[in-house]
Nanobody, 128 residues
Framework: QVQLVESGGGSVQAGGSLRLSCAGSGYTHSRKSMGWFRQAPGKGREGVAALYTGGGTAYYADSVKGRFTISHDNSNNTMYLQMNSLKPEDTAMYYC?????????????????????WGQGTQVTVSS
């Protein structure tokens, strides 16, 4: 059973930084898609960033390009999201997800349908 556990959320002022972590276990495949999504109150779940552990170009939503960096440490099955220059509109619950090769790898947007496993979420709050 795949388990994903997020950590690293918190409250920061605008312009600050946070690093989220997602510790994974129970995988049966070493190569997989890993992604970060977020959901603000009253809004749908938005794809933020994704990567494929087998290599290739990472995906970033336009709203976070140049500010967020996704990475994955294969040695400990942990994914990270470094978030810099945070804005109040980045406030949301952040979820990590895992799945097989996804359509985002071929130019589509990052969607929930490409991911089978989800963490419980970690809250990020950015104040102005």
């Amino acid at each position: 059973q795949v388990q994903l556990v997020e950590s690293g959320g918190g409250s920061v002022q605008a312009g600050g930084s946070l690093r989220l972590s997602c510790a994974g276990s129970g995988y049966t495949h070493s190569r997989k898609s890993m992604g970060w999504f977020r959901q603000a109150p009253g809004k749908g779940r938005e794809g933020v960033a994704a990567l494929y552990t087998g290599g290739g170009t990472a995906y970033y939503a336009d709203s976070v390009k140049g500010r967020f960096t996704i990475s994955h440490d294969n040695s400990n099955n942990t994914m990270y999201l470094q978030m810099n220059s945070l804005k109040p509109e980045d406030t949301a619950m952040y979820y990590c997800a895992a799945g097989g090769p996804g359509r985002w790898m071929y130019g589509d947007s990052l969607t929930r349908a490409d991911f089978n496993y989800w963490g419980q979420g970690t809250q990020v709050t950015v104040s102005s």
